[in-house]
């Protein structure tokens, strides 16, 4: 039996109704448009994997690393020079560098990593997220970046407070300074191994934790060791100085912290190199099935899909 006519009609209406035609089309373009907003905040926070891993803009990376680097000196040392002359204190010496890589991370970690620091580049190499091809540029950029900070703060403030040279505290010895930059750096490395997007520090999580945790190891390891963790840190001031005597405790600690947490990185999360390390910069640290959470990654990094916290997830 065919439906009364009115009820047809009804129907008809409904379905050309202008009105609520408008508002789905509203309602369409809101979501598209919040889509781009959310992948413009994913690109700025997280890059883009493809150009971190182009050959022809290593230039890019290796300035990064050597302006980063720079940066990073210039504050951790500076800050020990001026605490030397007591101008600031300890706690405002040694918390400035946290906050400076918590600017750098979230400034140009899209480009080139932020790593900052030999080791780091060195356990992201043996996580297998990071070609070991390009950790002797990496380092060679960090080493450079660390000199020029040096000579800078030599040439502005002159051969004050032993320009920032980290050694052994008074009453410490070279062998205690050791173990604690060993202990320190197995810290440091786990962090950016647990926060990292692959090989690359991005993002608000990976910048507030490694921040945190540099700010958090010299609050109460600086009066014993200086609280390092990097090779590059110790490396600049001490060969512009001339006071390399200590360096290897700089060097040989923190190397051996970061091998051991890229161990306790395998044991956490099991081998590196796959989708699922790239998920970690995105917050994706909870537990989960190995599928689920590399189909994530997917869905992210082609676009389809924005990080959790960044808004209401859609395709674009």
Known sequence: MPNPPERSGAR????SDPTADEARQRAEQRLADQVRRERRVLFLQYGSREEFEDPSLEYRRLF?????????VLVAAGGGMLHA?????LAAAVVAPGLMVMGIILFMGAVAGA???????IAFAARRDFPWLRVPGYIVAQLIGATLAALVLKAVLGDVG???VTRPGPGYSAAQAFWIELLLTLGLASVILGTASGAQNVGGLGAIAVGGYIALAGLW???ISGASMNPARSFGPAIVSGSANDLWVYAAGPLLGALLAVGCAFVLRGPGGDPIARGA????LS???AQQRARLTHDIESGSQAPPGLGKEGAG
């Open 12 to 15: 008809d209406h409904q379905q």
């Open 64 to 72: 990064a690393e050597l302006f980063g680097t720079f940066l990073l």
């Open 85 to 89: 002359q007591g101008r600031i204190s």
């Open 115 to 121: 790593h900052l620091n030999p080791v780091v580049s």
């Open 162 to 164: 032993g320009l920032g």
């Open 221 to 223: 390891a600086a009066p």
């Open 281 to 284: 910069g995105s917050g994706l």
């Open 287 to 289: 537990p989960g099935a």
